[in-house]
């Protein structure tokens, strides 16, 4: 679903190795939830709308390419 979990983990990789670098790891669980939140947001909403009984109701908008595209640039702008 919008490659959130390929872009999770490379972020998250990319996140802890610049902690390490710079001798902050223990900053890391701090830093993750922050940088993370857009997507801890989305995935909530995407899966509360999908386990909804709303979910036959909003097929059409479910199915738009725009509206997923717009979701897809608002996650993978810079935080």
Do not use: Q, T
């Not at 801890?40 to 386990?51: F, M, P, Q, T």
């Amino acid at each position: 679903f919008l490659g959130l979990g390929m872009k999770h983990a490379i972020l998250s990789a990319r996140l802890l190795a610049a902690c390490i670098a710079e001798k902050r790891i223990e900053e890391y669980p701090g830093e993750h939830r922050l940088f993370f939140r857009k997507f801890r947001l989305a995935n909530r909403l995407a899966g509360g709308l999908y386990d909804s009984g709303f979910s036959l109701l909003l097929y059409p908008f479910i199915k738009n390419r725009f509206l997923f595209s717009k979701v897809y640039r608002w996650l993978h702008s810079p935080h």
